[in-house]
């Protein structure tokens, strides 16, 4: 029998986790945790009800009827809203369980077919601004990050995504030799390597990979 299964979940332990995180299946479990949309609709009262008792486990006066699972799950819902570093609740829209629920209308405007240039304009601004806002919120803050560095990112990430994408759609416009509706298939790719995920990423997040 699976020892593990047996002990599920594992003595509580601040800070850690309750899955093995030497294995793809336990490290895919935890950061599910971390994302789970359900996280965006916990109240305040339990919020604080979870940083209490993790609060009172750290100082040792924890009640002996709180059970491991009631721990893990309050260190679960606390991960989910509150900054590591600043220790301030992550506002809503750039949290991890947010990017889905936040960011998947966006996606879906990004793939509208026939857009104009000013909508593929407007989608690409609105992409790029909510992944660099979603970095910035999770970022390491134990090192500030210069705000001519976070500019400049944001602006290079907008700019290059803007412009790939804008120029891959006058260019397939302009395209000879192919009907219409192979120009409108085509013109469905467009956002994906306009979208520049990575571009983003570097921009606003460069001092996190350094450190």
Known sequence: MDDSKVTFPPPFKLGGTMYDQSTFKGRLFHFCGLVDPRSLFVSDTRLKAATDLLDSYQKGTISPAVTDKE??????????????????????PVRMSGFIPFNTPVVVGLLLPNQSIGATILWQWLNQSHNAWYNYANRNATKPTPTSSLLMGYFGAVGSAVSIAVGLNVGLSKLKGFTPEVKALLGRFVPYPAVGKCMSFRGTSTSSILS
Not at 77 to 91: A, E, L, N, R, Y
């Open 71 to 92: 721990l893990w799950e309050a260190q679960r819902i606390k991960q989910s809203i509150i900054h590591p570093d600043t220790g301030q609740k992550v506002f809503m």
